[in-house]
C-alpha cells in the first residue's frame, strides 16, 4: 500500500543556524524570514537542535538572572536559558526529526507524540535535507474524495482483495469512505478496513459490508473506523 513520503511534502529550503550565531542573529533571521524555528546545525550538516521564537522569548523573561536552582527539567532548562547568548545555548536539544523516507503518518504520529510544530527531516546520509510542518501533514487531507474514491477501489478492492470494481461500493464524502456490498469471506472484512482507513486523506470508514461465506452475508453494524 502505496503511501506518500515525508520527502514529497517537506520545504527543502530550510534556513538553519550554527550554534556560535548570536542571540540578536537568531532573533533577525526568524524575523526575516518569518518562521517561528530553525534548525541549529554543525559543519557537516547534521541537525543539532531546534531554536524557536519560544526560546528567545524565555531567554527574555529571565531578563538575565538566573532563577534560583531547582532538580526539575524546566528549571534546569530555565537556568541553561538565562545566560544564553547564541544558538547553540539557546537550542533546544536533541532535536526530534524525521527522515524523508517516512511515511507522512508517522510525522503527523511524532508531532502528536512531542508536541512539537514542525520536525527537520533528514537524509540518507543523516544530513538536513529539508523540514516539514503540521501544514505540510495536514495537507494530505485536502486530497480529493473522488481521488480517495478512485485509489481504494483501485488499491484495496482490486490489487489487495482481487475483487471486481464493482463487488462493493466505495462512496466518500468529506473523507469519509462508505464500504457498501459483499467479500467472498468474513476475514476479509477486516483487511478492507484496515488498509481503506490508512489511506491518506482518509477521515474514517463506514462499514457495511457482508460477507458470502464463513457464516454468511451477516451484515456489521456501520461504525467509524
Excluded: N, Y
Excluded at 527543502?12 to 518562521?35: I, M, N, Q, W, Y
Excluded at 474514491?149 to 469512505?177: F, H, K
Excluded at 489511506?199 to 461504525?223: C, F, I, K, N, S
Amino acid at each position: 500500500m502505496k503511501q506518500r513520503m515525508v520527502g514529497t511534502v517537506m520545504t527543502g529550503d530550510v534556513v538553519s543556524v550554527t550554534p556560535e550565531v548570536p542571540f540578536k542573529r537568531v532573533a533577525e533571521l526568524l524575523a526575516e524570514h518569518r518562521v517561528s524555528g530553525m534548525p541549529v546545525v554543525d559543519d557537516d550538516e547534521k541537525v543539532l537542535g531546534i531554536v524557536s521564537e519560544q526560546d528567545l522569548m524565555a531567554r527574555q523573561a529571565q531578563g538575565g538572572r538566573r532563577p534560583h536552582w531547582s532538580p526539575t527539567r524546566a528549571a534546569r532548562r530555565e537556568t541553561a536559558l538565562a545566560g544564553a547568548m547564541t544558538a547553540g545555548e539557546l537550542m533546544t536539544a536533541p532535536a526530534v526529526t524525521v527522515r524523508a523516507v517516512d511515511s507522512v503518518a508517522r510525522a503527523a504520529r511524532v508531532m502528536a507524540d512531542r508536541h512539537v510544530k514542525r520536525l527537520p527531516v533528514l537524509d540518507e546520509e543523516g544530513r538536513l535535507g529539508g523540514i516539514v510542518s503540521r501544514r505540510d501533514v495536514l495537507g494530505v487531507f485536502l486530497r480529493p474524495d473522488a481521488e480517495i474514491r478512485e485509489t481504494v477501489i483501485d488499491e484495496v478492492l482490486i490489487r489487495s482483495l482481487w475483487l471486481p470494481r464493482d463487488a462493493v461500493r466505495v462512496t466518500v464524502e468529506d473523507g469519509v469512505v462508505t464500504l457498501d456490498g459483499v467479500v467472498e469471506r468474513e476475514s476479509e472484512i477486516p483487511i478492507a478496513l484496515g488498509l481503506t482507513g490508512r489511506m491518506e486523506g482518509v477521515v474514517g470508514v463506514v462499514d457495511r459490508l457482508t460477507a458470502a461465506r464463513d457464516g454468511g452475508p451477516e451484515p456489521h453494524d456501520a461504525a467509524d473506523h
